[in-house]
């Protein structure tokens, strides 16, 4: 296992850029809000919020699923409590995507909402498996949710009272697909092997509910693992650290800007699917990349 990875150095909160917000999240950055610039659950809703725990080692966080108005992963202590949590993260999600609507207009267009994840663990601490880790460097894919070629844009909000979120960011996907990808294993115009195949097909039988992954999906996934384990890229990537304070809230896209949270708890999120079309510069989503790399489509076509 890869030793945690410490702090040294906190990064200036960037404010006088001027790119628009869009054009400095395709190029990889992290852009932050240092006061969150919407309403957060405040007063007896705050403490409650901070008072709810995970409902077990198999739960990474407690999230909200805003298409079926459910949440899940919580310790339920009693039905009122249930309800009221379901409230709080549903009128997070309603007013954090709100305010993102309006700032990200291009994108919100045809985004498709993903889940919001309240994150009450330390993550200086916490004991995860290695590719479940926060605190190892990666580009995210979701292994119960592909997205098809969608990129994964995040807002994140420290609702810590005193403590602030520690992050670190190295190199964006374009970059280490250069470096790594021929490693990792390029899709290729023959498909995967056949023991893929038959774990897929048999993933297909036992689960039919499941939605299938297309060759980016499975290739960002093997990326994701690759990067966490590798302990070369680990330890020598070039890396910025960032300290987010109480009240800060932030926005990358996960999938093409390579991080890690290495100190704080108690973070609200929300994910949203933002199609590459959407971007003012297409070729710039991690799908299009892939795809100039190894000369073939690595999208499922619709049905
Ligand atoms: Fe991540």
């Known amino acids: 296992m890869l030793p945690r990875q410490a702090c040294s150095q906190a990064s200036p909160v960037v404010g006088t850029d001027p790119l628009s917000p869009e054009e400095r999240l395709e190029r990889g950055e992290v852009v932050v809000y240092p006061v969150c610039p919407f309403v957060l659950p405040a007063g007896d809703d705050r403490r409650f919020l901070l008072e709810q725990q995970l409902g077990g080692r198999a739960h990474k966080n407690i999230s909200y699923d805003p298409h ?14 249930a309800d009221r949590l379901t409230d709080l993260l549903a009128a997070f999600s309603r007013t954090a995507t709100a305010w993102l609507a309006d700032a990200l207009p291009r994108y ?19 004991q995860l498996r290695i590719t479940a880790r926060n605190d190892l460097l990666h580009v995210d894919s979701f292994p119960s949710r592909p997205t098809n070629g969608h990129l994964i844009l995040r807002l994140f909000v420290n609702i810590n009272p005193s403590e602030p979120r520690v992050w670190v960011t190295s190199d964006p996907f374009a970059k280490l697909l250069e470096r ?3 490693q990792v294993g390029l899709p290729h115009a023959h498909g ?17 509910g499941r939605q299938q992954r297309s060759p980016y999906d499975t290739f960002m996934l093997r990326f994701h693992d690759f990067l966490k384990m590798n302990d070369e890229f680990q330890e020598r990537s070039a890396k910025r650290y960032w300290t987010f304070p109480p009240g800060a809230c932030w926005l990358v ?42 000369g073939i489509s690595v999208r499922k076509r619709a049905a």
């Open 192 to 208: 995967p092997n056949w023991s893929w195949r038959l774990r897929h097909g048999l993933v297909g039988l036992f689960q039919p």
């Open 68 to 81: 079926a108005s459910r949440a899940a992963g919580f310790r339920r202590q009693s039905a009122q409590q």
């Open 180 to 182: 790594y990808g021929p």
């Open 108 to 126: 919100a267009r045809s985004w498709k909402l993903d889940r919001v994840s309240f994150r009450p663990a330390e993550e200086a601490t916490r």
């Open 253 to 294: 896209f996960t999938d093409i800007t390579s991080h890690a949270a290495l100190r704080g708890r108690f973070a609200l999120e929300h994910s949203y699917f933002v199609a590459p079309d959407a971007l003012r510069s297409p070729n710039a989503a991690p799908v299009a990349i892939l795809e100039r790399s190894c």
